[in-house]
């Protein structure tokens, strides 16, 4: 009987894979435990790839990789290199501060840039990052932005962007928003008194709040060098850290007078610690923080 499976596995032919399965090297990084995939396309030289699709399928930790998202690697006319970034669910996103960590680190190892401080392009704007020498990488993530159409949120009649109301379902709170290249909201209270599972998809989808969608942090200061965030990433879910929205959140606390400018917050994420410090005026947003590398590989891309 075991004889007969073991000839009948034997000869059972095996899927060929599709004409149009393409194989692609990548790298896998995570930034404070928020993961990405990396993809060099300077040095593909295939025919060009839906990368939308692509990240659908590598970033399913079923039928793929696994990650919060995918960046793509481009020449750049204006700096060393151009970062896209694709969230899981396909769609590019502006910016995304744990990924250009990732990304710098990369471009270092594969010898794409010489130098530890450079620049990178992106759909936000160029972005400083400088490697340290203690591993850890920062990164000037410019300045936020304060403009309601800029962000964008519509907000209510006679309503600041510091502070304004919002209700889903039965709850009733206060929010900020800024844009760090993206849109986020944040809401500072007790971690353990918002139903986050909830509250989060329901704002990152309010899009007569927020038209492009939102990123939502739920913060709690303990001192003002010191807080606690939850973060519900646009097109990702919950994930274990955002780099832009420990940005937006200092950026947004300092206007409600609970951080100080030129003054290092130490933002504790479920992936780890950010350390965000904005100059005076915010003239610069600085952040930093570890990176990561998780594995490299081949991946065959459209063999499912």
């Known amino acids: 009987f075991f004889f007969f499976l073991l000839q009948r596995n034997k000869n059972k032919k095996r899927p060929k894979m599709s004409q149009t399965t393409k194989e692609i090297a990548f ?6 435990g928020n993961s990405f995939i990396i993809i060099d396309q300077m040095a593909v030289t ?17 039928i ?3 990650a919060d998202g995918l960046a793509i690697l481009e020449r750049s006319g204006t700096a060393v ?65 304060f403009q309601a159409d800029k962000v964008p949120v519509v907000l209510p009649e006679s309503s600041s962007i510091d ?27 007790e971690l353990d ?18 038209p492009q969608g939102v990123n939502a942090e739920f913060v709690e200061v303990s001192t003002p060098n010191e807080c606690r965030i939850r973060v519900w990433e646009r097109g990702c879910g919950e994930t274990m850290a955002c780099g832009t929205g420990a940005c937006a959140v200092v950026a947004a606390g300092i206007r409600q007078g609970r951080f100080n400018f030129d003054s290092e917050v130490i933002c504790h ?36």
């Open 163 to 189: 502070k304004f109301s919002v209700q889903i379902d039965q709850w009733e709170s206060e929010l900020a928003t800024v844009s760090m290249g993206n849109p986020h909201a944040i809401w500072f209270g």
């Open 193 to 210: 008194s918002v139903d986050f599972d909830t509250i989060g998809p329901k704002l990152e989808k309010n899009y007569e709040l927020f």
């Open 27 to 32: 790298s896998k990084f995570n930034g404070a």
């Open 81 to 145: 290199l151009k970062m896209r970034i694709f969230n899981n669910d396909g769609q590019e996103a502006e910016m995304c501060g744990n990924v250009i960590r990732c990304v710098a680190v990369f471009a270092v190892e594969k010898h794409i840039v010489s130098g530890k401080e450079f620049a990178i392009e992106t759909r936000a704007g160029p972005i400083e990052v400088n490697i340290l020498d203690t591993g850890l990488v920062r990164v000037n993530m410019g300045r936020p932005i």
């Open 269 to 304: 994420l479920p992936g780890g610690d950010l350390v965000i410090l904005i100059e005076e005026d915010f003239q610069k947003v600085w952040k930093t923080g570890p990176v990561a590398k998780v594995c490299q590989g081949t991946y065959y891309f459209g063999c499912i």
């Open 46 to 62: 295939d025919s060009p790839i839906d990368y939308g699709a692509l990240a659908l399928q590598v970033c399913n930790r079923n």
């Open 64 to 66: 793929g990789i696994g």
